[in-house]
């Protein structure tokens, strides 16, 4: 599931984008949750705006065990900067407006959740 702090940031406020990981089995298991699998994107309508793996240079896999009926969370500040794949330098920054925010874990994405940055 993803999440973000906050619906509304003010002028130079920093999103904290979440995804929650929950077992939802009777049984704990193990996951790798390491950024090799994890992405976090931004997104507003058709415009690819930022992706944690677009300037990530080391993936790593981190495998956890997770208890049945537990969760886990990795956050991410946004620092409000656009990325591309590559990571090709971007000088124009996010304007005000609605953005959306994916994870995935995998080939697993989350729900979409919806913020406005002033």
């Known amino acids: 599931m993803s999440s973000t702090d906050k619906k509304n940031y003010a002028s130079g406020e920093k999103p904290v984008l979440t995804l929650t990981v929950t077992n939802a089995g009777t049984v704990p298991c ?6 090799s699998q994890q ?28 208890a049945a009926g537990k969760s886990e969370t990795a956050k991410f500040t946004w620092d409000r900067v656009r990325s591309t794949p590559g990571c090709s330098p971007v000088n124009a920054k996010p304007s005000p407006g609605t953005y959306v925010f994916t994870a995935k874990l995998g080939d697993v994405e989350s ?8």
């Open 39 to 66: 992405e976090f994107t931004v997104t507003s309508g058709n415009d690819r705006v930022f992706s944690t793996t677009d300037c990530l240079a080391k993936p790593s896999d981190v495998n956890l065990e997770i």
């Open 30 to 35: 193990v996951l790798n949750v390491g950024t």
């Open 111 to 118: 729900n979409r959740s919806v913020f406005d940055l002033d």
